[in-house]
């Protein structure tokens, strides 16, 4: 089984209508930062915000072109729901999206606002999955693969085009991998033109089924997955897909969700760009030195952007501590009047700003006169943080970092 060039490119021609062909920038402050030569591919910025509309416009519009298609199914939680509410709005096909019933609202209304038709059902992708199979079978529509199909996976690798012919001199491109779409797409164009080029994987480690497969050399499954990316969120990616990244792509790497919230975070700050777990884990990747990339021109495809507003906040957090932004830590004290004021003005005197504060009176390791206190203040970095500590060691407390 192949994924022939003329395919990507036929895909290409078919989306030039449809889809933006997003910028490709380099970023000054992730070069200095890595070593490497850091350019960012902006797909957060496509419409629907994700490349996932790719994949569903080709597919939709070859299933058009063949005259094989009187309606589309798609199950899905996220982006690719989107993707194939749009592609069927725009050549007029009826869409079903079955999604499940946690799904944000914020993303069940983005997916009817592009005319599709939502039924929400069950608690996982799976229940979800088997509802849609259940409308395809009686109602003979067709069923719209999120990944593991050859015209989705032109469609995505589209996105290999145009890295190419906007830098022609790139060396090494990262690329997010869940069920294994994007990452099989862009290996094949890019391989296929360029064999120079390396292409790298990215995955989240509480989800390495991909990384698995490409260590073992054969199709590897898990049991469960656990990350703060539900777009890669995926513990059985396609048969297809890993056969071509197996053939195409020169490694999968695997980075923690701390790394990823961090990337989010430092992208909302030094570029202005809202990018979803998922987009993130390229960044991260680079930033945390899992390719070789330093004196490399490397190009980071950010694969999108709808990240849950209600969820920034939990990303913030754990990005801040992660980049020791945050120190959180907790103490004894006498439960006396004035015992917290005198941590507090300890705690001032090195600059470091309170931000949470919590009393444990109940905990069994504790005297009767005595409380735990849980403390979150904010510092600028490492060395002030380490400050800090060492400032509340001296005047007599014990401090545990949480």
Do not use: W
């Not at 994949?55 to 009187?70: D, F, H, T, Y």
């Not at 990944?147 to 001199?169: C, N, R």
């Not at 990215?202 to 049991?223: M, R, W």
């Not at 945050?326 to 015992?339: E, Q």
Request: net charge neutral.
């Amino acid at each position: 089984m192949d994924l022939p060039l003329k395919e990507i490119e036929l895909a290409a021609k078919r989306l030039e209508n449809t889809i933006h062909r997003t910028k490709i920038e380099r970023s000054k402050t992730f070069s200095d930062m890595s070593g490497a030569e850091v350019y960012l591919k902006y797909e957060n910025q496509q419409k629907t915000g994700s490349f996932k509309i790719r994949g569903a416009s080709n597919k939709i519009a070859a299933l058009v072109e063949r005259g094989e298609l009187k309606a589309a199914v798609a199950s899905s939680a996220g982006n690719h729901a989107q993707g194939t509410a749009y592609a069927s709005h725009v050549h007029g096909i009826p869409a079903t999206i079955v999604m499940p019933k946690s799904t944000p609202i914020a993303k069940a209304a983005a997916t009817e606002g592009y005319g599709a038709k939502v039924l929400l059902c069950g608690e996982c992708y799976d229940d979800a999955y088997n509802k849609a199979i259940e409308i395809v079978e009686k109602e003979g529509a067709t069923f719209i693969h999120p990944y593991d199909d050859l015209e989705v996976m032109a469609g995505q690798g589209t996105i290999g085009v145009e890295i190419l012919e906007d830098l022609p001199t790139v060396d090494m491109v990262l690329v997010p991998a869940g069920g294994g779409g994007l990452l099989a797409g862009v290996a094949a164009c890019i391989k296929q033109i360029n064999p120079r080029v390396k292409i790298i994987g990215v995955q989240s480690e509480g989800a390495p089924a991909i990384n698995l497969t490409f260590k073992n050399k054969k199709y590897t499954s898990t049991d469960t997955v656990s990350t703060i990316a539900d777009g890669i969120a995926v513990k059985m990616p396609g048969k297809k897909t890993t056969e071509l990244i197996n053939k195409y792509a020169d490694d999968v790497v695997t980075v923690s969700d701390a790394e990823i919230s961090s990337a989010i975070l430092l992208l909302l700050e030094r570029t202005k760009q809202v990018v979803e777990p998922a987009g993130a884990t390229t960044l991260a990747a680079v930033l945390n030195n899992k390719v070789d990339a330093k004196g490399k021109k490397v190009v980071c495809v950010l694969s999108g952007g709808n990240i849950d507003v209600s969820f920034i906040q939990r990303i913030i957090e754990l990005g801040l501590v992660s980049r020791d932004r945050k120190l959180k830590f907790k103490t004894t004290l006498l439960d006396l009047p004035g015992s917290l004021e005198h941590l507090s003005s300890v705690l001032s005197s090195v600059n470091a700003n309170i931000v949470m504060v919590q009393h444990d009176r109940m905990s069994a390791e504790l005297d009767p006169n005595e409380a735990i206190i849980h403390i979150a203040c904010e510092v600028s970095g490492r060395e002030h943080g380490d400050k800090v500590v060492k400032t509340l060691e001296k005047n007599g407390y014990k401090v545990v970092k949480e």
